[in-house]
């Protein structure tokens, strides 16, 4: 048996996956980590420390580690806590995404170390929303490379390939732990504000790497099919998959539409259903996210 197929059976990643594609994704990657990990940075060192507030993550824990051993420097903290887990995730994650989660943790390591930007906000809650504005930004720049800023990131990707726990699993697990944290060795009041930041900074996040140009995925079952899809194809300018069904209830021959469309022209869709058939059964569902090169993002793992 090939040794590359019988790696690739026991869950391992194939390692000959190529570092990059091209030169200029190469360079692109690098600017999107580096520039990343020094906004990331910048909220850290000049909204959190300066205001006592945490963030989730292992960035969040290495301000709570902070807190107690001050003389460390918070660049080092985070270095030493991902140690471990690239040790951990080199037999477990593809290639390519643990050599720029390296690039992106040692950008992100010497930015906590010489990103220092006064920011004076006298209010806590605008402070809050600002930071979480400023830590998504960043990591969703970083995201949206071919790595990432390491620390939780590579450890869901590594625990999603080897045990298929869900990236959400993972970070609520590690937050939720970050926030009981917050709670025995800050205050109330501080678990609130890291709330706050938390909630922002993943929203900002998903903004950024997914772009606004987030797509629902369509259903519709009609007798005027054939025009729904004509339509689709012609006004909207939307590839649609017609798939043969059958009711369960009649057991009668259906045409079920299938199509995926952006969220801004949603709209426009139902508007063009009313008019051909108001009898019209239509779902509509949101997508996490599209495969496809003229879609959405490729998988970079």
């Known amino acids: 048996m090939d040794p590359a197929q019988n790696e690739q059976g026991r869950g391992f990643p194939l390692r000959s996956q190529p570092l990059y594609t091209t030169p200029q994704q190469f360079v692109l990657d690098l600017l999107l980590l580096v520039g990343g990990s020094m906004i990331f940075a910048l909220g850290i060192n000049s909204i959190l420390k300066p205001m006592h507030f945490v963030t989730g993550g292992i960035a969040g824990l290495a301000l709570i580690i902070q807190k107690f051993i001050p003389a460390l420097n918070l660049g080092w903290i985070y270095l030493l806590i991902n140690i471990p887990l690239f040790a951990l995730a080199w037999m477990a994650v593809g290639r390519r ?6 690039i992106g943790m040692i950008s992100l390591t010497v930015s906590l170390t010489f990103v220092q930007v006064p920011i004076d906000l006298d209010d806590k809650l605008l402070n809050a ?3 979480g504005m400023i830590l998504g ?14 620390g939780l990131d590579i450890l869901s990707v590594m625990l999603l390939m080897r045990f298929s726990i869900t990236l959400g699993n993972t ?16 205050s109330l009041e501080a678990v609130l504000y890291t709330l706050i930041v938390i909630y922002v900074s993943s929203k900002i996040m998903n903004i950024v790497v997914t772009g606004l ?4 995925a369509v259903f519709i079952i009609s007798p005027h099919w054939e025009v729904i899809a004509r339509e689709i194809l012609k006004d909207i300018r939307k590839g649609v998959t017609i798939i043969e069904a059958r009711g369960g209830y009649s057991h ?3 045409y079920l539409l299938y199509a995926v469309i952006p969220t801004m022209e949603i709209g426009q869709m139902k ?9 019209a059964f239509v779902v509509i569902s949101n997508t996490q996210e599209v495969i496809n090169p003229r879609l959405g993002n490729q998988p970079r793992w």
């Open 97 to 102: 995404f643990f050599f720029y989660s390296l």
């Open 129 to 131: 929303l600002l930071a």
């Open 137 to 150: 930004i960043g990591s969703g720049l970083s995201l949206r490379s071919s790595g990432s800023q390491g």
């Open 171 to 186: 970070v609520l697990t590690m937050n939720t732990l970050i926030l009981l944290m917050v709670a025995v060795f800050y």
């Open 213 to 216: 140009s987030q797509r629902k």
């Open 252 to 254: 009668k021959q259906e």
């Open 271 to 279: 508007v063009m259903i009313r008019r051909i058939d108001p009898d």
